[in-house]
C-alpha cells in the first residue's frame, strides 16, 4: 500500500528529493541529440498517488547504497538489476532475502561487465551493499518486513534503535520494541522536553532517545 509521501521517504532514508523523485517517476533529460527519458527504478503500487509502499522504501534504502557511495550511473545500475531478476523471477530483488545470499555476488560480478572495477573495488561495492541489507528484518516468506534506517548522515556501523515497521503505529518510524513514534519524540523534545526526562516518561534508554529525535532532527552525530 502506498504511504510514504516523496519528502517523508527521502527525509528518513537521506536521499535527495529530487534523486527519490527520478528513481520512482523517470525524468527526461537533454542530450546532444535532444532530449531523452530516464526510466524510472522502482515502480510505484498506485503511481497516480505517488507515494512509496514499505516495499518500495526498503528498495531505495539498498539503492541508495550503491548511488551514494559509488556514483555508479543509474543505466548501469538497472541493467544489473534486470540481470538478477531475470536469473532468479524475482520481483523486488533488493527487498528479497535471498538477495543477500544468492544474489549480491551476482549483482556485484554483472557490474565487472558494466564498469571497470578492481577487485578491491568489488568487495567494498558488496561489502557496502550487505551492510545496508543487514538493517533489514525479513518474513518467513523471505520479503522485507521491517527496515531499521541509517538515523545519521555518515558511517554504516551505526546503532538499530529505531525501526520502520509497516504493521506498528501505521508504518511510522518509532523505538525498536515499542510503539512510541519519533515525530512524537521530536516534538516534545522541540518543546523543551529534556533528553532525559523523556526517557524516563517512555522507559526508554537515553541513546534511543536521541537516536529517535535524531531520525527527525538530523542532529549532529
Given at each position: 500500500m502506498p504511504a510514504y509521501g516523496l519528502s517523508e521517504a527521502a527525509h528518513y532514508l537521506h536521499i535527495p528529493l529530487a534523486t527519490l523523485r527520478s528513481w520512482v517517476h523517470g525524468r527526461p533529460y537533454p542530450t546532444t541529440a535532444g532530449k531523452k527519458y530516464f526510466k524510472r527504478l522502482i515502480n510505484l503500487p498506485e503511481p497516480k498517488f505517488g507515494a512509496l509502499s514499505f516495499m518500495n522504501l526498503v528498495e531505495a534504502h539498498v539503492l541508495n547504497a550503491i548511488r551514494r557511495n559509488y556514483r555508479i550511473a543509474l543505466p548501469k545500475v538497472r541493467g544489473a538489476l534486470d540481470y538478477v531478476r531475470k536469473q532468479f523471477?524475482?520481483?523486488?530483488?533488493?527487498?528479497?532475502?535471498?538477495?543477500?545470499?544468492?544474489?549480491?555476488n551476482l549483482f556485484v560480478s554483472r557490474f565487472e561487465k558494466l564498469i571497470s572495477a578492481s577487485e578491491s573495488g568489488q568487495l567494498a561495492?558488496?561489502?557496502?551493499?550487505?551492510?545496508?541489507?543487514?538493517?533489514i528484518e525479513h518474513d518467513t516468506f523471505g520479503l522485507a518486513?521491517?527496515?531499521?534506517?541509517?538515523?545519521?548522515?555518515?558511517?554504516?556501523?551505526?546503532?538499530?534503535?529505531?525501526?520502520i515497521d509497516p504493521l506498528v503505529s501505521f508504518g511510522r518510524p518509532i523505538i525498536d520494541g515499542t510503539g512510541v513514534t519519533t515525530?512524537?519524540?521530536?516534538?516534545?523534545y522541540k518543546a523543551g522536553d529534556s533528553m532525559d526526562a523523556l526517557a524516563e516518561d517512555y522507559d526508554c534508554k537515553r541513546p534511543q532517545i536521541e537516536e529517535a529525535v535524531r531520525c527527525e532532527l538530523a542532529l549532529a552525530a
Open positions: 523471477g524475482w520481483k523486488h530483488p533488493l527487498a528479497e532475502q535471498k538477495f543477500e545470499t544468492d544474489g549480491v561495492i558488496r561489502e557496502v551493499i550487505k551492510a545496508h541489507l543487514h538493517r518486513a521491517r527496515l531499521y534506517p541509517f538515523t545519521r548522515e555518515n558511517g554504516l556501523d551505526q546503532p538499530r534503535f529505531i525501526v515525530t512524537v519524540l521530536a516534538e516534545r
